[in-house]
């Protein structure tokens, strides 16, 4: 795959954009970096330079004095020098050691910041696993700015030093102008000499660009093979055990290791680059070698000044030409970088108000849905349609409703995770969506049919957060029913939710996971309070036993409660009834099931087949 052509500034500015990024996440990379680099680049320039003094004072003066100062110095300063870059080094590793995880929690942090609709896009879910996936299998993208710099910054100070030594080899020295003194001295020798060393730099970013590409499409199986391992890792072990999956998964990771086309790719890209670049250089070393030689042969320059400037040219070659392939390494990895800024700055189009949320002890809010109707992104379908409702403040409000006919949707519109697509919601007479949105999420509470807990302790998940009021959690749990069985294990509520941390947690049931995720909906406190089929895991005992504590659980919030099972509703002040996306009924329970041509009298007496005590009368 070609990179995309960028222009040089528009790059480098990419390429900073991502150190930035790095040094927001860890504050001692940058400063590391730099000093690494110079520590780096000054370690083999300066025992050649004291080579090249003690050679000349060897060839000269040989000033014994002079000499046992030069060695010493020579010899300390090597050693302080290796010694600070073994420091460095180490501190940089243990930096890098942390990328991948950081690199995560960077992702997951922003992620917060997403809208909902972003989560549910699968196009969205993909670039996510792209990026995390070529970032662990070569560290494109992210994780090449935090490796590559150092070596760049290294390479170019390099370069500097290897000029600013060779400017005096260059220079002609005057009654050398006749003959081969005049060759080497001419011009035209030199603009070659440097004309070669440019096309050998130019050579090398064809080399390496062409190897980075092919190697980065090479890997490409690998990423494969990774997210085959995710999956594998996110299976259900008894599910494994019991299927004996780890068969199917055996043999499709097989598919890989036994196509070994990418190996064989990988190897000939890297292969084919070194031998390249070593060959390049190695011409280059003989030019250079010829010319210097040329020179002390000549006695333009003394031996030592022969020792320095043979070690400062070919260095300078080195340099140049790693730095340029560095510099192509970078602008190809920057497809990647750009594709991940692309993901971290996704648009959030959804209106962001600025109005404070009215605190109120009272709880009086009201909530009015006036001619809602909504589409998914990306679909045409219409999954509500004109529907008008007000809750009544402190009610218990039901929502009922065939599979599909939109009740989880109505919620999500309530909890602004989208926005209507035509008509309004309004929090006591003003629309929802001129309100700040953290202020307005914070009016509710949900529990999601598909909720999700961790594997931490229960009071963690209870709380959602690492600070915890205990006697809160354990209040909430003993609300849901669940307080006895947590207060009756060794740890109490600080007990691990499964086993994947800690050998002494608990495989909680579904219907007591179920509970836990109810407690922390409680925990939250928030004035609205919405359970979205918060029975559907529990046996009929336990369901009973909740909804005999509804009270409990719902104290004085307004609350809304989604279920596809109508006895569970009868407590509730008022049923709405959905069907096919529209608000078809509502009213009590009694209005409502008196109603022989309405929807809920046909789902009730649908369901009584199978609750016949609960029939009605
Ligand atoms: P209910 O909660 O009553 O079972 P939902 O509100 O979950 O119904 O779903 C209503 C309709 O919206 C269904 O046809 C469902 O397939 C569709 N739907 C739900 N979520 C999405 C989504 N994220 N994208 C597209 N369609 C969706």
Redesign the pocket.
Known sequence: MEPKKRPLVEDGKLILKGIGVWQRIMPTYVPYLIFSSVVNCLTPYFPLYMSAEIVNELAGACDLDRLLILAAVTVAGTFTLSMLSRFLSGKLEAIRSLSYTRHEAYLFDAENTFQYGHL?NPEVALARTKITSVMNATGAGLGQVLSIPEEVLTKILSVIVSAALTVSLFRAVPGTDSGFFAFVNSPWVILVLVAAIGANAWFSVKLSTRATGEISDALKDLAGMNNLMGVYMRANGTDMHIFGLNRLFLADYAKYLLRPKWVEKYEKAVTRKSYGITLLNLMMKIVVFLFTAAKAWLGIIGVGNFILYQGAVQKFVEALSGLAANIGELRYNNQYLEETFRYLEMPNDMYQGTLAVEKRDDIDYEIEFRDVSFQ?PR?DEW?LRHVNMKFQIGDKLAIV?E???????FIKLLCRLYDPTEGKILLNGIDITRYRYDEYMALFSVAFQDYTLFAFSVAENVAASDKIDESRVQDCLNRVGLGEKISGLPKGIHTNIGRDYENDGVDFSGGEQQKIALARALYKDAPFMILDEPTAALDPIAEAEIYARFNDIASDKTSVFISHRLSSCKFCDEIAV?HKGQLVQLGSHDELVADENGKYYELWNAQAQYYTEKAPA
């Open positions: 549910e998914y679909s999954v409703g599979n599909g006919s939109g009740k989880t949707t959905f």
